[in-house]
């Protein structure tokens, strides 16, 4: 998808695209398994929080932190993480804190805040 903006103007809505864009590997093969299998919960914030977006916009799914994204997080990410891949291949250990760090309902501070806590080590296997 060269542009985007370009696509989207000519009619061609932006749901379609990144859906189109989603379904063009095999889901079985990856750790959350087949899109039919994907729970309600999953399908719905993928439904309505990534497919609808023009802008960047990605789902951490699972133990793995499985990457479900839209076309503009692709290409902000110059698709190195590509569908379906576990974070902790793709992502350095300090996103990866961030991450776990969210996950556990914690706030996130930026660096250079007053806050003197970090995120703590890696405990899964995955990362």
């Known amino acids: 998808m060269e542009n985007l903006d ?5 009619g061609l809505p932006v749901f379609d695209l990144n859906w189109e864009n989603l379904n063009s590997g095999d889901w079985s093969q990856t750790p959350i398994g087949a899109r039919e299998s994907w729970p309600p ?12 977006m023009p802008h960047c916009a990605a789902i951490f799914w699972g133990n793995d932190l499985t990457v479900i994204h839209n076309i503009a997080w692709g290409k ?8 379906a891949t576990r974070a902790c291949d793709s992502y350095a250990h300090e996103a ?12 996130v501070k930026p ?17």
């Not at 990866?96 to 706030?107: P, W």
């Open 6 to 10: 370009r696509l989207s103007a000519t």
């Open 41 to 52: 919960t999953l399908t719905c914030l993928v439904n309505t929080c990534v497919l609808p």
């Open 76 to 83: 902000a990410r110059g698709n190195l993480d590509g569908q």
């Open 96 to 107: 990866l804190g961030t991450l776990r760090t969210v996950l556990r309902g914690r706030t």
């Open 111 to 127: 660096p250079g805040s007053s806050s003197t806590s970090t995120p703590s080590n890696m405990t899964r296997s995955c990362c």
